[in-house]
């Protein structure tokens, strides 16, 4: 999460550029997981945690190392 301070026309300098970078990142998400921009969307939201398995699923991971 990010803490923003100051006066108003900060944080929302600070809010414009978070939404931006989010945008981005779920772009980047959406083109390398091949999951649909609404989903990551949705998934990154707020916090999503997944198992290894589900990480392979998603696209997020391309294989699981097992323990030897």
């Known amino acids: 999460s990010g803490g ?3 006066q108003a ?3 929302q ?3 414009k550029e978070l939404l931006y970078t989010r945008e ?3 772009g980047i998400l ?4 091949k999951q649909p921009l609404d ?6 939201d707020r916090d ?6 589900e990480a392979l699923k998603y696209g997020i991971v391309d294989k ?3 323990k030897r």
């Open 9 to 11: 026309p900060e944080i």
């Open 30 to 33: 959406a083109k390398h997981t």
């Open 39 to 44: 989903v990551i969307e949705k998934d990154t």
């Open 24 to 26: 981005r990142l779920n």
């Open 64 to 66: 699981i190392i097992e």
């Open 13 to 15: 300098i600070h809010a």
């Open 4 to 6: 923003a301070q100051g």
């Open 48 to 53: 999503y945690f997944m198992s290894a398995e």
